[in-house]
């Protein structure tokens, strides 16, 4: 009760000041001085926010708190306007709203630190921030497909289609740099930001896994299980990407290069924290999986053509190697024995197991594009 209470109060403080309105910013956006300033309120505010995530039972302790809170929602409602209400693309808005968003939805996984960490898991504040943000985001990505059409697919045909042009696609700029120009230092700058995804691989696949047992649960079971390396970690499919950073003797700590991701490549791990944790959703999911699955050999094949031109060690590439097969049998069992399976079982939700295979793809080019963007800065500054 005293909880509840509490976190009304909080919630109506809130709704009163600015966590569920969106001020006018158009006016100052303008500005240069004033996009500079942005600049410094996001990161203050992303500062202000896990001075917030870091108090003990924050919902509790919100109401003396309320200064920090309040800025912290203001900088989201603009943050909000800026990304998903203009034409304009503000990366920075993005960037600040897909980094908080990752820093609430990490908490459902382990990490193997301070237990204190997760304190505010369950915290209602955060799921409020959550909701927000992911509202207007999704608002925002579903506009960018053309969902009508795709609810009149016939849903297996598609699948199929999808799944072997996308087992060889054609080349694009992005996959044509990285094969035949990208340098070592760029290579490494690639690592860097896959390290992010590639050092806990499969973590969000594992919260899908529980409940009636049929086909379909047991082939995911079974892509998890060679994610995992079967239970060996010297055989995980993380400990293949850690012995790559460590050929470079880069640091092989999850997370350990978060400044450096793109919010495109976070807006991926964000998608499937929610697709995921949200069992209506489970259909988009799976769609998802299949694209990546199918999807990925063809876009390690670039990385592993760029190792063995620049001539690296075996260690430096296992990785891809190793994906190269693996997500070959991956992307059948999730297209034979995952999508087709459900679509027969869902005849009226089928559709979104397109949905789910489509954005998977947009947002993946469009995190491509932005990761050899980085690679490109990252080449010029050295
Ligand atoms: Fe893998
Ligand atoms: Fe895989």
């Known amino acids: 009760m005293k909880l509840v209470s509490l976190f009304g109060k909080a919630i109506s403080d809130s709704m009163q000041s600015n966590l569920f309105t969106l001020p006018n910013f158009e006016a100052v956006a303008k500005s240069s001085q004033a996009q500079e300033k942005k600049i410094i309120q996001y990161e203050q505010a992303e500062q202000l926010f896990l001075e917030l995530l870091a108090i003990d039972n924050l919902d509790n302790q919100l109401h003396q708190e309320a200064a920090k809170a309040r800025e912290f929602e203001q900088a989201i409602s ?4 800026a990304a998903y209400c203009h034409d304009v693309n503000d990366d920075r808005a ?7 968003l990752y820093w609430i939805n990490r908490l459902k996984l382990f990490w193997y630190d301070d237990l204190r960490h997760y304190t505010n898991e369950r915290s209602l504040y955060l799921s409020c921030c959550r909701n927000q943000i992911e509202a207007a985001w999704q608002a925002w990505e579903i506009a960018q ?6 609810q009149k697919l016939d849903v297996k045909q598609a ?3 999808r799944a072997s042009s996308d087992l060889n696609p054609p080349s694009s700029p992005e996959s044509c740099y990285i094969r035949e120009q990208m340098s070592e230092v760029g290579y490494r700058h690639l690592l860097a930001i896959a390290s992010f995804d590639g ?3 499969g973590s969000r696949l594992s919260r899908i896994l529980g409940g009636a047992a049929n086909e379909v649960q047991c082939t995911l079971v079974r892509v998890l299980l060679e994610e995992y390396g079967n239970g060996r970690l010297s055989r995980k499919h993380s400990t293949f990407f850690a012995q790559m950073l460590e050929e470079f ?5 999850p997370e350990g290069y978060f400044d450096l991701v793109p919010w495109e490549v976070l807006a991926c791990a964000n998608q499937n924290f929610l697709t995921t944790e949200r069992k209506l959703y489970f259909l988009r999911y799976c769609g998802a999986l ?3 699955e199918v999807a990925g050999p063809a876009a390690y094949k670039n990385y592993l053509a760029a190792a063995q031109r620049l001539q690296l060690s075996n260690a430096a590439m296992g990785y891809w190697e190793l994906h190269i097969k693996e997500d070959e049998r991956h992307g059948q069992w999730m297209l034979d024995s995952v999508a087709l399976p459900l679509a027969e079982k869902y005849p009226d939700d089928a559709w979104q197991l ?8 947009l947002m993946g080019d469009r995190a491509t594009k932005a990761v050899v963007q980085s690679i490109l800065t990252q080449e010029q500054a050295n």
């Open 78 to 81: 603009t943050a909000i306007t």
């Open 94 to 100: 993005h960037l600040f709203l897909q980094r908080i």
């Open 145 to 150: 497909i053309d969902v009508p059409a795709l």
């Open 159 to 161: 699948l199929i289609e």
């Open 199 to 201: 050092l806990v691989e």
């Open 249 to 253: 003797k880069m640091n092989t700590e």
């Open 290 to 292: 299949t694209y990546f």
């Open 354 to 361: 397109i949905l789910g295979y489509d954005q998977e793809k």
